[in-house]
């Protein structure tokens, strides 16, 4: 069973840094592609980065392109988001989630963790 634990969230002002951790467990990690996601009240959840387990190869949303980044350690089966130049409009709950491609779906989620940007 695949489980995923978030960690990393808080209060930061505007401009700040934050790097966010998702340890992972329970799947055959070459397998696998990990992504970050965010979401606010009444929003939908919206795509933040992607990196592949074996390949390391990253996908960014525009909206992050330049100021985050995406990482993993496979020794410590974690992935990272660094987040950098911290905006209010990212304050969101952040989760992570993987999937086994060739699947587009992401089946597994984290509880998330909370990121507040203040201006």
């Known amino acids: ?23 992972a467990s329970g799947f055959t990690f070459g397998a696998f592609r ?35 980044t995406i990482s993993r350690d496979n020794a410590k089966n ?9 905006r209010p409009e990212d304050t969101a709950v952040y989760y992570c989630a993987a999937r086994r491609p060739p699947a587009v779906d992401y089946k597994s989620w984290g509880q998330g963790t909370q990121v507040t940007v203040s201006s």
């Open 1 to 23: 069973q695949v489980q995923l634990v978030e960690s990393g969230g808080g209060l930061v002002q505007a401009g700040g840094s934050l790097t966010l951790s998702c340890a």
């Open 34 to 68: 990990v992504g970050w996601f965010r979401q606010t009240p009444g929003k939908e959840r919206e795509f933040v980065a992607s990196i592949g387990w074996t390949t390391g190869n990253t996908d960014y949303a525009d909206s992050v392109k330049g100021r985050f």
């Open 78 to 86: 974690t992935i990272y988001l660094q987040m950098n130049k911290l």
